[in-house]
C-alpha cells in the first residue's frame, strides 16, 4: 500500500510540473525515491523558478526536478571556464606557472580581489584559478576566458554532450548576464560525475578540479545546513534575482553530486531556504541509501569508487603541467588563495 500511494504522489508530481514547465522524475529505490517525494513537495512550494538533480556517484541513480531546464548560471559557469583551463593544460598550451597580464577590458568591479588590481599586474594560471573558484573572483574568471578562449570553452561543453551551458560574453556584474551565461541542473551534474570519476580531461586534471572546488570558501548554501566538517566541493552563482550552487558532497558511505538553481527569486532569503532545505533533505536520504545500498547490492549498478579532496592547494603532482618540459627542478608557485571573506549579499553580480 505505501509503495502505492508512493507511486500514484510520484506520477501527480510528473502531471503537475508538466503543466508548469520540463521536470523529470521517475520511481527510484528506496531511500532515493523518498528523496523524490520530498523534491517534489518542495518544488510545489519553490520561491521562484528551479531545477534540481541529485545523483548517488557510486551507482548513477539519481532522482531531479527540471532538471533540464535552461537557467542563469551566474558564477556556477566558472566552472566550465575551469574545464577548459585544465583541457588545454593536458595539451601543453601552456602551463600552471604561465603568467597572464590584467587588461582594463579583464576588469569587473563587483567582487573579488582582483576588481581594484592594477592594470598591467600579472598573475599566474594557477592563482587565477584559486581566485577564480575560492573567492569567486570575476577579473580573474574574464583573464582565464581571454586565455583559453571564449569560443573553445563553447565547443568543449558542446563536444561533451551539455546542451544549455553556453557564456555568451564575458562575466561581468550588471548587463545582460542572465542570459549571456547559461546551464541547467543536469548539465552541472554531468560534469560534476564526470570529474568525480577521474573522467574529466585526466585523472589529474579531474582531482585538481576537485580541490579547487573543496576550497571554495563562500559557504552560506548547499553546505550550510550539513553536519560540521563534511567536505563539500562546489561553486556558487548570484545575480540581484538568482541563487544557484552545484557540487559534489563527500558523504563516507554515498558521495552524491548536486546541483540547485532558483531564479525569478521574490527575495534572495527565499531563494536560500530552499537551497537550504534541498541540501539538508539530499543528505538525509543519500545517508540512509549509503546502507540501504549495502543491503541491495544485487539488485542496484556496481558501485563505482570516489577519490576524496585530499589538501588545499593546487599541489605539483604533475610536474609537466607546472613547467614545459617536465623540468623536475621547477619551483611550484605559490598557489595560496586569499584569507576567508564574509559572503557578500549580492546586488546585480555574479559571485
Same mark, same amino acid.
Given at each position: 500500500?505505501?509503495?502505492?500511494?508512493?507511486?500514484?504522489?510520484?506520477?501527480?508530481?510528473?502531471?503537475?510540473?508538466?503543466?508548469?514547465?520540463?521536470? +523529470?522524475?521517475?520511481?527510484?529505490?528506496?531511500?532515493?525515491?523518498?528523496?523524490?517525494?520530498?523534491?517534489?513537495?518542495?518544488?510545489?512550494?519553490?520561491?521562484?523558478?528551479?531545477?534540481?538533480?541529485?545523483? @548517488?556517484?557510486?551507482?548513477?541513480?539519481?532522482?531531479?526536478?527540471?532538471?533540464?531546464?535552461?537557467?542563469?548560471?551566474?558564477?556556477?559557469?566558472?566552472?566550465?571556464?575551469?574545464?577548459?583551463?585544465?583541457?588545454?593544460?593536458?595539451?601543453?598550451?601552456?602551463?600552471?606557472?604561465?603568467?597572464?597580464?590584467?587588461?582594463?577590458?579583464?576588469?569587473?568591479?563587483?567582487?573579488? &580581489?582582483?576588481? @581594484?588590481?592594477?592594470?598591467?599586474?600579472?598573475?599566474?594560471?594557477?592563482?587565477?584559478?584559486?581566485?577564480?573558484?575560492?573567492?569567486? @573572483? $570575476?577579473?580573474?574568471? $574574464?583573464?582565464?576566458?581571454?586565455?583559453?578562449?571564449?569560443?573553445?570553452?563553447?565547443?568543449?561543453?558542446?563536444?561533451?554532450?551539455?546542451?544549455?551551458?553556453?557564456?555568451?560574453?564575458?562575466?561581468?556584474? +550588471?548587463?545582460?548576464?542572465?542570459?549571456?551565461?547559461?546551464?541547467?541542473?543536469?548539465?552541472?551534474?554531468?560534469?560534476? +560525475? &564526470?570529474?568525480?570519476?577521474?573522467?574529466?580531461?585526466?585523472?589529474?586534471?579531474?582531482?585538481?578540479?576537485?580541490?579547487?572546488?573543496?576550497?571554495?570558501?563562500?559557504?552560506?548554501?548547499?553546505?550550510?545546513?550539513?553536519?560540521?566538517?563534511?567536505?563539500?566541493?562546489?561553486?556558487?552563482?548570484?545575480?540581484?534575482?538568482? =541563487?544557484?550552487?552545484?557540487?559534489?558532497?563527500?558523504?563516507?558511505?554515498?558521495?552524491?553530486?548536486?546541483?540547485?538553481?532558483?531564479?525569478?527569486?521574490?527575495?534572495? @532569503?527565499?531563494?536560500?531556504?530552499?537551497?537550504?532545505?534541498?541540501?539538508?533533505?539530499?543528505? $538525509?536520504?543519500?545517508?540512509?541509501?549509503?546502507?540501504?545500498?549495502?543491503?541491495?547490492?544485487?539488485?542496484?549498478? =556496481?558501485?563505482?569508487?570516489?577519490?576524496?579532496?585530499?589538501?588545499?592547494?593546487?599541489?605539483?603532482?604533475?610536474?609537466?603541467?607546472?613547467?614545459?618540459?617536465?623540468?623536475?627542478?621547477?619551483?611550484?608557485?605559490?598557489?595560496?588563495?586569499?584569507?576567508?571573506?564574509?559572503?557578500?549579499?549580492?546586488?546585480?553580480?555574479?559571485?
Amino acid at each position: 500500500m505505501l509503495t502505492l500511494r508512493r507511486i500514484c504522489v510520484a506520477v501527480t508530481c510528473v502531471l503537475f510540473f508538466g503543466a508548469i514547465g520540463r521536470a +523529470e522524475a521517475s520511481i527510484e529505490p528506496g531511500p532515493l525515491g523518498d528523496l523524490q517525494l520530498q523534491l517534489a513537495s518542495l518544488s510545489t512550494h519553490a520561491p521562484g523558478h528551479i531545477g534540481v538533480m541529485v545523483e @548517488d556517484l557510486t551507482t548513477g541513480l539519481s532522482t531531479s526536478v527540471n532538471a533540464a531546464a535552461p537557467m542563469p548560471a551566474a558564477s556556477t559557469i566558472k566552472i566550465p571556464v575551469m574545464v577548459e583551463v585544465f583541457r588545454q593544460l593536458s595539451l601543453g598550451a601552456f602551463d600552471l606557472n604561465r603568467m597572464v597580464t590584467l587588461t582594463a577590458p579583464d576588469r569587473d568591479w563587483g567582487w573579488g &580581489d582582483l576588481s @581594484d588590481a592594477r592594470i598591467g599586474s600579472r598573475y599566474s594560471v594557477a592563482r587565477l584559478l584559486n581566485l577564480m573558484i575560492t573567492n569567486s @573572483d $570575476n577579473t580573474a574568471a $574574464n583573464m582565464l576566458i581571454r586565455l583559453v578562449g571564449r569560443s573553445a570553452i563553447n565547443r568543449e561543453m558542446q563536444a561533451l554532450g551539455l546542451r544549455q551551458t553556453w557564456l555568451a560574453s564575458d562575466i561581468r556584474s +550588471e548587463g545582460p548576464i542572465r542570459t549571456a551565461l547559461r546551464s541547467s541542473a543536469g548539465d552541472m551534474v554531468q560534469l560534476l +560525475e &564526470d570529474m568525480a570519476h577521474d573522467r574529466l580531461v585526466d585523472q589529474w586534471s579531474s582531482r585538481q578540479m576537485l580541490q579547487i572546488l573543496a576550497d571554495d570558501r563562500l559557504n552560506g548554501l548547499l553546505p550550510a545546513p550539513l553536519p560540521s566538517g563534511t567536505i563539500v566541493a562546489h561553486k556558487t552563482g548570484s545575480l540581484h534575482d538568482t =541563487l544557484d550552487d552545484v557540487g559534489i558532497v563527500f558523504l563516507q558511505d554515498a558521495p552524491y553530486a548536486i546541483a540547485v538553481m532558483t531564479t525569478n527569486l521574490a527575495s534572495l @532569503d527565499a531563494g536560500r531556504a530552499f537551497i537550504h532545505s534541498v541540501s539538508r533533505a539530499a543528505y $538525509n536520504e543519500l545517508e540512509r541509501f549509503g546502507s540501504w545500498r549495502l543491503a541491495n547490492l544485487d539488485a542496484l549498478p =556496481l558501485p563505482a569508487p570516489i577519490a576524496r579532496p585530499a589538501g588545499h592547494t593546487v599541489a605539483p603532482t604533475d610536474l609537466r603541467r607546472w613547467a614545459p618540459g617536465g623540468d623536475a627542478g621547477a619551483a611550484p608557485i605559490d598557489a595560496s588563495i586569499p584569507s576567508p571573506q564574509p559572503e557578500p549579499e549580492p546586488v546585480s553580480a555574479t559571485e
